[in-house]
């Protein structure tokens, strides 16, 4: 079972970055697709970005496409989410989540898609 392990998150102000990393403890993760979700307080889950195994085909929230992006470095077991020009709107928890390319429909945007997930890592925005 693969456990992944979310770092990079923190205060910033809006129009700042950050770069969040989803770090596998298995190799086994570049046989996944992985996604990018977030929860703000009282708010549900949503997906923010996925990417399937080999980081080539890619999809993206309307609401951070543009700003963000995902990508993956399977040699380092890792993935990222490159964060530009942060909004009030995008504080938040932030969970990556793995799902096994084999037998997985892609594209995959629902969290029931992914079976392995982070602790997240908490973002917030504010001046």
């Known amino acids: 079972q693969v456990q992944l392990v979310e770092s990079g998150g923190g205060l910033v102000q809006p129009g700042g970055s950050l770069r969040l990393s989803c770090t596998a403890s298995d190799r086994a993760l570049e046989t996944y697709a992985v996604g990018w979700f977030r929860q703000a307080p009282g708010k549900e889950r949503q997906y923010v970005a996925v990417?399937?195994?080999?980081?080539?085909?890619?999809y993206y929230a309307n609401s951070v496409k543009g700003r963000f992006t995902i990508s993956r470095d399977n040699a380092k077991n890792t993935v990222y989410l490159q964060m530009n020009d942060l909004k009030p709107e995008d504080t938040a928890v932030y969970y990556c989540?793995?799902?096994?390319?084999?037998?997985?429909?892609?594209?995959?945007?629902?969290?029931?898609?992914?079976?392995?997930w982070g602790q997240g890592t908490q973002v917030a925005v504010s001046t």
């Open positions: 989540a793995g799902a096994e390319w084999y037998g997985l429909y892609w594209p995959a945007f629902s969290e029931t898609d992914y079976v392995y």
């Open positions: 990417t399937e195994w080999s980081g080539t085909s890619k």
